[in-house]
């Protein structure tokens, strides 16, 4: 048999948590919101493994970096091509990329060139706000050649500086 004084302490108890409840559980951080990317197929002159690879090397970098989520690739080009853009050798321009970027629900747009000429591919890239259509970000590098891992190496050092990631 449980004593007077046991009974009590634990009927005392027992009110205790059923007047006060649960402890209140620490809310956690609240999560960052990810910023969307929309990554346009690069233009230029250089062939289209080139262009593949910085493109890539784009998305690689930025779906790695956890802050920013890359809009669906195929996505993207379905409302470039609804948009009747054609790709030439220049760059789009900031407004016709803010278009874009509104169409796909993204807060950015990443444009970019591979230009060659005498034996070096000039690799240009521009982060554009979709809200401002003003160039956040940019980065070049002039590369010898073109070969494609040192064209997605120099891409992933672009993104690392412009974006403030990491590699």
């Known amino acids: 048999m449980i004593g007077i004084y046991a009974a009590a302490k634990i009927i ?3 009110s205790m948590c059923a007047f006060h409840g649960p402890m209140p ?4 951080a609240p999560q960052k919101k990810q910023m969307v990317v929309a990554i346009i197929e690069p233009s230029g002159d250089a062939g289209r493994i080139n262009k593949s690879t910085l493109r890539g090397a784009l998305e690689e970098f930025v779906t790695k970096s956890k ?20 790709r030439t050798s220049a760059m789009i321009e900031p407004n016709t990329a803010k278009a874009i970027g509104k169409q796909l629900g993204a807060d950015f747009v990443c444009i970019s060139e591979l230009i060659k000429e ?31 891992k040192t064209i997605a190496n120099s891409t992933k050092e672009i993104a690392s ?3 403030g990631v990491k590699k």
């Open 12 to 14: 005392l108890l027992a």
């Open 161 to 163: 500086a412009m974006l």
């Open 67 to 86: 802050e920013y989520r890359v809009v669906d690739r195929a996505r993207a080009d379905q409302v470039f091509g609804e948009l009747n853009l054609q």
């Open 118 to 148: 005498e034996g070096y591919t000039n690799i240009n890239i521009s982060l554009i706000n979709v809200e401002t259509g003003v160039v956040s970000a940019s980065g070049s590098r002039l590369v010898e050649g073109d070969d494609p």
């Open 25 to 28: 559980q620490k809310n956690p």
